[in-house]
């Protein structure tokens, strides 16, 4: 065998190793950049979505009398739940324990804010849902407007709500379980009750670590 055909038998071989090694390589960082699966946390009555799910489009009125979109969601976490001012008992305790929650928070998790969507647009005006929401503190908010476009804001995050009227007076039955929207203003995971303040704040550590794992960026740290 020559020596010019041995130096091109050489060359052939290393462009075939260096071919396989780059496939091999390419497989092996693309089954690594395959996202974790999101986190069982069934043991805290919480759902988290693989792939978070849009809410509804949506134009209402904050507890400042500010229009407020979709996108207004955008840039943090964000606990949502339904509810309405006059609720004479399931309101008031899920209210105060996302205080509770707030108040738990590890200083070096983000500060989620957290908003009452009413489910009572009639009687819940922007400044009835502010002094409401200001009760439990400055990063609690609220949304009120057209009924319509809030049955679908609240369909969006699994809530439904249903108004009816007892000797005059009325009443609203809607869910009772927390949304979690993550920093894209998208819902990431649904939290069943009871609530407990001390597993809410596990839940929600969970959730933003595994976020950041996935993408740093989209974490909201």
């Known amino acids: 065998m020559?020596?010019?055909?041995?130096?091109?038998l050489f060359v052939l071989l290393l462009l075939v190793?260096?071919?396989?090694?780059l496939t091999v390589g390419r497989q092996v960082f693309l089954g690594s950049s395959e996202p974790a699966p999101a986190p069982d946390l069934s043991q805290y009555n919480t759902y988290v979505y693989d792939q978070p799910r849009e809410l509804a489009e949506f134009t209402l009125t904050n507890e400042q009398g500010e229009t407020v979109t979709r996108d207004s969601l955008k840039g943090r976490w964000t606990f949502?739940?339904?509810?309405?001012?006059?609720?004479?008992?399931i309101c008031p305790a899920a209210m105060a324990n996302l205080?509770?929650?707030?108040s738990l928070l590890p200083a070096e998790l983000?500060?989620?804010?957290?908003?009452l969507v009413t489910a009572d647009p009639e009687h819940?005006?922007?400044?009835?849902?502010?002094?409401?929401?200001?009760?439990?503190?400055?990063?609690?908010?609220?949304?009120?407007?057209?009924?319509?476009?809030?049955?679908?804001?609240?369909?969006?995050v699994s809530a439904v709500f249903v108004h009816r009227e007892v000797d005059g007076q009325l009443l609203v039955d809607h869910s009772g379980h927390f949304a979690l929207l993550n920093p894209q203003g998208k819902l990431q995971a649904l939290i069943q009750p009871p609530h407990k303040p001390e597993e809410l704040?596990?839940?929600?550590?969970?959730?933003?670590?595994?976020?950041?794992?996935?993408?740093?960026?989209?974490?909201?740290?």
Do not use: M
């Open 2 to 8: 020559g020596r010019s055909l041995r130096i091109t």
């Open 17 to 21: 190793v260096l071919i396989f090694g």
């Open 80 to 89: 949502v739940f339904v509810g309405y001012t006059n609720c004479p008992d």
């Open 99 to 102: 205080r509770r929650t707030n």
């Open 110 to 115: 983000p500060r989620p804010d957290y908003l």
């Open 124 to 156: 819940d005006t922007p400044e009835k849902l502010k002094a409401y929401t200001g009760f439990f503190g400055e990063n609690f908010h609220g949304l009120t407007g057209d009924l319509d476009i809030l049955r679908e804001v609240a369909k969006s």
């Open 201 to 221: 704040v596990q839940a929600y550590e969970r959730i933003y670590q595994w976020a950041k794992a996935n993408d740093p960026r989209a974490s909201g740290a």
